[in-house]
C-alpha cells in the first residue's frame, strides 16, 4: 500500500535510516571487535592446547599425568577437560556450531576441530571437540561474555529508536503545520472565504509558498471587490434608464394601453434578471452569518406564495435544529426553488423539512408534479444561464437554480436533484446543524 503523507513518509525514512545505522553499527563490531577478539582467544587457546597435544602420549583415550598436570594450570583459567560419557557433555550437543573458530582452531592445531557455543547457567560456554583427542571434550567458560552485558545494548538501541521517533516526529510536525495552515486557507478560498493573510514561517521553502497564497489571496479579494464594484454601477447604469422607460410608459395615453403592459412587464424583467446576476455574483459575507430558523424561512416562503394565489403543501417533520448562515441567502435559495416548482409544475407543490438521522443536516425540500428534467440534464441545470430542457421550458435568465447551488455551497451544505416516480421534479437542499 502506498503512503501519500508526507508526514508518514519522512517518519518511514527516519526509522529505516536508524535502523540501517544499526545494522551497520552491529556488523562493524562484530567484524572489527568481536571477530579480532575470538581470533585472538583462538590463538591462546590454540598453543596451550598443542602443548598438551605435543605432551600426550596418544594412547587413545588415556591421557597422560603431564595432561593432567597442565591441566591444573588450565583450571586457573576456567579450562576443564570431559569425557564424552559425563552427563555434562550432553551440553557439547545442544550447543551451537561456530565455523569460523572452527576454521580457526583446526589450522592452530592442524587436527579437525568442532567448536561450539552454549549459554550456561553463569555465562557463555565454548565446547570443544578436537580428532587428537578422541573421547575427549574441552570446556572454555567465557566468564567475561555474560548474557547480562547484552541488555544494556538492546535497552540502549530501543531507547535510541524511541528518542529518534519522538525527535523525528516532532520535527515533522513543526515543518508541517504551516502546511496544515495553507491547506486550510486554501479550502477557505476555494468555497469563496478570504481568510485573513497567513503567518509567513517555517522553512524558506514553505515561507515562498506562504508568501505567494498571501499574495494570491490578496489579488482574488481585490478581483471580488472590483467585480462587485462594476456590478453595482451597470445595476444602477441600467436601472435608471428602466425606472425611465417605465414612467414614461405609465404616462401613456389609454389608447396605448396594450403597449404599456408588455413595455412594464419587460421592464420587470430586466430588473428581476439583474437582481439575479447580483444575487449571484455577490461574494459570501461570513461575519454576518448567525442562527437561522429554517421552518420559519418555510412559512414566510409558503405565505408569499399563498399571496400569489398559490398554495404549496407544507410539512415539517419534528423540531428542526437551527442551521449557521445568512437568513436572506437562504431563503432567497428556498424561493427560488419554489418559484421554479410553481412556474414548472402543474398547480401542485410541496414543500418539507426535517433532520437527517444523525442531527447532523437539515434538509428542506421542494416537489412538484410537472414534467421533470431528463437524467443528461440534471448536472447541467446548476450551471449558469442553464434553462433545462424544453418540458421546463425556458423563462428566465437561467441563474435561478446556479443561485441555488452557489449560495448552498458557500453555506457548506449539499443539494440533490431526482424525477419524482409519481411525476414532476424533487429538489432537497441541506445544510449543518448547530450542535
Not at 371 to 376: K, M, T
Not at 392 to 421: D, F, P, T, Y
Request: proline content about 4%; hydrophobic content about 40%.
Amino acid at each position: 500500500m502506498r503512503v501519500r503523507s508526507a508526514f508518514t513518509q519522512t517518519l518511514i525514512i527516519f526509522l529505516t535510516l536508524f535502523v540501517t545505522s544499526q545494522l551497520y553499527t552491529f556488523y562493524a563490531l562484530f567484524h572489527y571487535a568481536l571477530v579480532p577478539s575470538l581470533q585472538q582467544l583462538n590463538t591462546i587457546l590454540g598453543h596451550e592446547i598443542s602443548i598438551m597435544l605435543e605432551d600426550s602420549n596418544g594412547n587413545g583415550n588415556e591421557i597422560s599425568e603431564e595432561i593432567l598436570a597442565r591441566q591444573k594450570v588450565l583450571d586457573k583459567l576456567g579450562v576443564s577437560i570431559h569425557s564424552l560419557n559425563e552427563n555434562l557433555s550432553q551440553e557439547f550437543a545442544h550447543a551451537m556450531r561456530i565455523d569460523l573458530m572452527s576454521e580457526e582452531m583446526t589450522r592452530e592445531l592442524s587436527s579437525p576441530t568442532d567448536v561450539r557455543m552454549i549459554l550456561g547457567q553463569r555465562s557463555y560456554i565454548l565446547w570443544m571437540k578436537i580428532e587428537k583427542l578422541p573421547g575427549v571434550l574441552i570446556q572454555i567458560p567465557l566468564s567475561e561474555l555474560q548474557e547480562e552485558d547484552f541488555i544494556p545494548l538492546f535497552r540502549n538501541c530501543l531507547l535510541m529508536t524511541i528518542l529518534i521517533m519522538l525527535g523525528g516526529w516532532l520535527f515533522v510536525r513543526i515543518q508541517n503545520r504551516p502546511l496544515k495552515d495553507l491547506e486550510k486557507a486554501a479550502v477557505s478560498v476555494g468555497k469563496g472565504e478570504i481568510p485573513p493573510a497567513l503567518p509567513e514561517k517555517g522553512g524558506t521553502e514553505i515561507r515562498s509558498v506562504t508568501q505567494a497564497f498571501n499574495q494570491m489571496a490578496k489579488g482574488i479579494q481585490d478581483l471580488e471587490a472590483d467585480r462587485a464594484l462594476l456590478m453595482a454601477g451597470i445595476s444602477h447604469d441600467l436601472r435608471t434608464p428602466l425606472t425611465r422607460i417605465r414612467l414614461a410608459t405609465e404616462m401613456m395615453s389609454p389608447e396605448d394601453s396594450y403597449l404599456a403592459e408588455g413595455i412594464i412587464s419587460d421592464t420587470e424583467e430586466c430588473n428581476e434578471i439583474i437582481s439575479q446576476f447580483m444575487d449571484y455574483l455577490k461574494p459570501v459575507q461570513t461575519q454576518s452569518f448567525k442562527e437561522v430558523d429554517l421552518e420559519e424561512v418555510l412559512r414566510d416562503i409558503v405565505k408569499a406564495a399563498e399571496v400569489n394565489h398559490t398554495k404549496p403543501e407544507m410539512n415539517v417533520a419534528g423540531s428542526l435544529k437551527y442551521a449557521w448562515g445568512n437568513p436572506i441567502a437562504i431563503k432567497r435559495a428556498v424561493s427560488n426553488l419554489v418559484v421554479n416548482a410553481i412556474r414548472y409544475g402543474n398547480g401542485w407543490v410541496k414543500v418539507s423539512a426535517g433532520m437527517t438521522a444523525d442531527q447532523a443536516l437539515v434538509w428542506l425540500c421542494v416537489e412538484d408534479n410537472g414534467p421533470g428534467i431528463s437524467e443528461e440534464q440534471m448536472t447541467k441545470v446548476f450551471e449558469p444561464f442553464t434553462q433545462g430542457d424544453t418540458a421546463r421550458g425556458s423563462e428566465g435568465s437561467g441563474l435561478g437554480l446556479a443561485i441555488v447551488k452557489r449560495i448552498v455551497s458557500q453555506h457548506h451544505g449539499s443539494v440533490s436533484m431526482n424525477n419524482r416516480s409519481e411525476g414532476g421534479l424533487k429538489v432537497q437542499i441541506s445544510f449543518p446543524a448547530i450542535k
